[in-house]
């Protein structure tokens, strides 16, 4: 478990970041918006799936924005394979494609956010800090397929079984896409402490990011969707 006093202070890294995706130009573009921001790191790219989680053991990025289609190992199979590795890496989704079949299988794997190639430069850039900070970032189209599917499939189950009431308290203000600030102010408490409960939520449910710990807490029946 942490705590508190474990989180350091002080100036604040450059997000690194990996670019998984088979067409070259797209890449590069991405690259170039990304390189723009003072606070972004581009320090590696993948053409493929298993090019994908090579790249990543080796770097261990902050933030992976991946493609679906690719030749050989395809994102879904990608996303999978990383986060049994790297648990605490995010997985940011960036496809052309909102299949529900991809949406959900992506989100299963473990991916943090799902965005549309069709999003804003500044709907990209937001995206990113968010999955980094451990946050959800779903494109609108996105999120309202999640609370749709899930609103009629969950199983409910006691939560004190896994957490604390307050950790309760602070997975169900995060299913609602407030930053840790705004949970912060909501709950009177300090946005520290709203890192370590998130970070234990996250170490119990087995989970590496903000969307699996409210997909998870949708289908045990902790969270309702329709208060979203």
């Known amino acids: 478990m942490l705590d508190a006093d474990t989180l350091e202070s002080g100036a604040t890294a450059p997000i690194t970041l990996l670019l998984v995706d088979d067409h070259p130009v797209v890449r590069k573009g991405t690259r170039e918006l990304l390189e723009t921001e003072a606070d972004l790191r581009v320090v590696g790219e993948a053409a493929s799936g298993e090019e994908a989680i090579a790249r990543a053991r080796a770097l261990n990025p902050d933030v992976i924005l991946m493609d679906v289609s690719m030749p050989g190992m395809n994102g879904i199979d990608a996303t999978r394979a990383i986060k049994a590795e790297q648990p605490g890496v995010g997985v940011l989704v960036l496809t052309s494609y909102d299949d529900d079949a991809y949406v959900f299988a992506l989100l299963e794997a473990g991916a943090a956010g799902y965005l549309l190639k069709n999003a804003s430069e500044d709907d990209l850039l937001g995206a990113v800090r968010a999955v980094a900070a451990g946050e959800s970032a779903l494109h609108p189209s996105v999120a309202r397929k999640v609370l749709e599917r899930f609103s009629t499939h969950t199983t409910p189950t006691p939560p004190e079984d896994d957490l604390s009431p307050r950790e309760l308290e602070v997975l169900r203000v995060a299913a609602t896409g407030r ?39 949708i289908k045990r029946g902790w969270i309702d969707p329709q208060n979203l």
């Open 179 to 217: 930053t840790n600030k705004e949970i912060a102010r909501d709950l009177d408490i300090s946005p520290r402490t709203v890192q370590v409960h998130l970070a234990n939520i996250f170490s119990k449910l087995g989970v590496g990011s903000r969307t699996e710990a409210v997909l998870h807490g």
